[in-house]
């Protein structure tokens, strides 16, 4: 099946998938106001198992409001918001867990000092005997977070150690195979590679492309096109609360990706005045109708 749109800058979005392929998550025209102020509008995204999403955009673009929406957070006000094709309304983050999404935000929600295998399991622990003499089953759930966490290619010496001695990167890696096997279908990440360096990064972006390797839809929640265009199969540019654009990655280059991404429409409008400043180099500059032409359909993009 074969549909276009168009997206609020005038961006001809193209996209083929089978019929029988239906997203997990569908948002329509989705959209949240506070009061007199719209945060988002007309936001329309899709999320496929095996699927890494990418949701891009700039301070107050409207990326943490739609984070809102799709854990349970907040509830959209206008649009649509469907899961496996039937419209939710989420009053709580755990009724999305329930319909296997899972959200991993920045601080990760984990308790520094504790053990890695009790932070695996907090707030699930796993337990043993008759009641009242329940206890902690601590071996079984040693070995379950140990088996799981190689299961993603994440080898520690040690489960009793705190996971706040563990790397950034680690910490997420750790808090990714922690949302997949309590059943998550759906894994929100929330700029899970913003404050850290290059290397720490590259482990975490391959537990990106891990998760999708095991069936889930991801959605990578970021500032760096760099990062996103790595794990990317699909992207979404946010500003401003409403889409500037959405395309598969065969539909559009890195360097389209970062334009859109850096605000390259408003600089490209303003290029002439830019021009008449001395010690502003504009050449590179793309031009405006560079950014509202249709995304070309060619192989360029693809790695």
Known sequence: ???????????VLK???PADERPVIELKAAGKSYG???????VSLEVHPGKVTCVLGDNGAGKSTLIKIISGLHQHTEGEFLVDG??????????ALDKGIATVYQDLAVVPLMPVWRNFFL??????????LRRLDIEKMKKTADEELRAMGIVLDDMEQPIGTLSGG???????????????RVLILDEPTAALGVKQSGVVLKYIAAAREKGLGVIFITHNPHHAYMVGDHFSVL????????????DVSLEELTNHMAGGTELASLKHELAQVRGVDVEELPE?????????????GKS
């Open 1 to 11: 099946m074969t549909s276009n749109s168009t997206g609020a800058q005038g961006t």
């Open 15 to 17: 996209e083929t998938r």
């Open 36 to 42: 007199n102020i719209r945060a988002l509008h007309g």
């Open 86 to 95: 039937e419209p939710v309304r989420f009053s709580t983050p755990r009724e």
């Open 123 to 132: 707030g699930s622990e796993m337990t043993k005997g008759p009641w009242p």
């Open 170 to 184: 680690q910490r997420q890696c750790v808090a990714i195979a922690r949302a997949v096997y309590f059943g998550a």
């Open 239 to 250: 500003r401003l609360g409403t889409m500037e654009l959405s395309a598969a990655r065969s």
């Open 288 to 300: 405006e109708g560079d950014l509202t032409a249709p995304v070309a359909t060619s192989s360029e």
